[in-house]
């Protein structure tokens, strides 16, 4: 059976499901030498309405989950991040996937068991009681603390062969993005005031993230690495006023000031408790971050953030299948300035935004050493898995999977 321990709405698997398919012999237990592979996916996994990814991942008949199962089953991370898998908060969606999809062989791949998961509740779809779009239509998906038609669409979670320590876990659903000192919020171009798209009695109200921020602390041996995972909306679908490309630039500031000493003491997370990450803690940052250094919508020097960030290491994973899209879709790729093989999307092209690069895998300089990186985008003459990739609509998602190996401690 699996243990599960629950807590203020967060449900964390404590052991592994017994009866699983047996896995091959390098996953039957995590290794004892501090390596790991770490991994980030925008799996798609978000459906219109509530419950219809429970419905799907019931059995093990989906294909679309059978496509992003075997994904991970092929490239076999020791921890990953999900993003865009619906939060169903009795964590069921979870051990179904679990259980019918990745600890099941899909197309001849060797399962895979992750004994450990996190989830917890996000800000999509959560009625924020305002009319954030100012269109006169208040309690629209848009209206919600982070676009989403229900609560929990578009969530995410955190899957580990390793402890996670729950009692260390801290998440930031409730942090206000006014609370932010020197916040970037969005202006109103009719009025001569600045940051005035949102009054003040909606910023009373109004959270940073538009999912949510976890830290989550993993037991690797005798070490801890902290995957600090978010899933910042897109900096699109908004007017002159930019309020989600500012949101976007804020949402990624957050981490940049959560593992920057000296830059953090303005943080509070869901329980009350102040600051960031001390320079001693190792960290992995983890997400669809919805920012592309050089192409796209965002705010100039958004990701720089991070990229920057004297903290951080960019390991700048790359594959083949990258360059090869952007040649052969052309339209908006044409006029990118960015290195394709770096790209980890696949969006429209004509007119806009193009293949780009969104999804991020940035450990510390602290405590971890990077062996190599990856994004599994394999070229369309790939026999084995260029299957997995496709193109509109895509078998598994229009996001692509990005690794980084790494040596701990």
Do not use: C
């Amino acid at each position: 059976m699996t243990l599960r321990k629950t807590i203020a709405g967060w449900s964390v698997a404590l052991a592994l499901t017994a009866g699983a398919l047996a896995p091959t012999p390098v996953q039957a237990a995590p290794p004892t030498a501090p390596e790991i592979r770490v991994a980030t996916f925008n799996a798609s996994l978000n459906r219109a309405a509530q419950g219809d990814l429970s419905r799907d991942l019931a059995d093990g008949d989906n294909a679309q989950a059978r496509a992003v199962a075997e994904t991970l089953q092929r490239t076999r991370a020791d921890v990953v991040l999900l993003n865009e898998f619906d939060y169903v908060a009795d964590g069921s969606a979870v051990d179904d996937f679990r259980r019918n999809y990745l600890e099941v062989d899909q197309n001849g791949a060797e399962p895979i068991s992750y004994p450990y998961y996190f989830i917890a509740p996000v800000n999509t779809g959560v009625p924020s009681g305002h009319d954030l779009n100012r269109n006169g239509i208040p309690g629209e998906a848009d209206d919600a603390f982070g676009f989403g038609a229900f609560p929990g669409q578009y969530g995410m979670v955190v899957l580990s062969r390793y402890p996670i320590d729950d009692a260390a876990v801290r998440t930031f659903q409730h942090f206000r993005w006014a609370d932010m000192p020197g916040a970037l919020l969005p202006d109103d171009p009719a009025t001569s005031a600045p940051a005035d798209w949102y009054s003040p009695e909606v910023l009373a109200d109004f959270r940073l993230s538009s999912k949510s921020h976890w830290d989550v602390p993993i037991r690797i041996g005798r070490e801890t690495v902290h995957a600090l995972v978010s899933h910042p909306t897109p900096p699109s679908f908004d007017g002159p006023e930019k309020r989600n490309a500012t949101r976007n630039h804020d949402e990624i500031r957050f981490w940049a000031d959560y593992v920057t000493p000296g830059a953090n003491s303005y943080i509070y997370d869901d329980r009350g408790l102040r600051g960031g990450l001390n320079p001693s803690q190792s960290f992995v940052i983890l997400g669809d971050l919805n920012s592309d250094p050089v192409d796209g919508d965002s705010i100039p020097g958004a990701i720089q953030q991070l990229l920057g960030n004297k903290r951080i290491i960019d390991p700048m994973p790359s594959s083949d299948g990258g360059p090869e899209a952007a040649a052969r879709q052309g339209g908006a790729n044409a006029t990118h300035q960015g290195n394709p093989a770096h790209d980890t999307a696949d969006f429209n092209d004509n007119p806009a935004p193009g293949n780009l690069r969104v999804d991020y895998v940035l450990p510390s300089r602290k405590g971890l050493l990077w062996r190599q990186a990856g994004v599994f985008w394999p070229t369309r003459n790939d026999a084995r898995w260029a299957r997995l990739i496709g193109d509109y609509p895509f078998p598994a998602s229009d996001h692509r999977l990005v690794w980084v190996d790494l040596r701990v401690g």
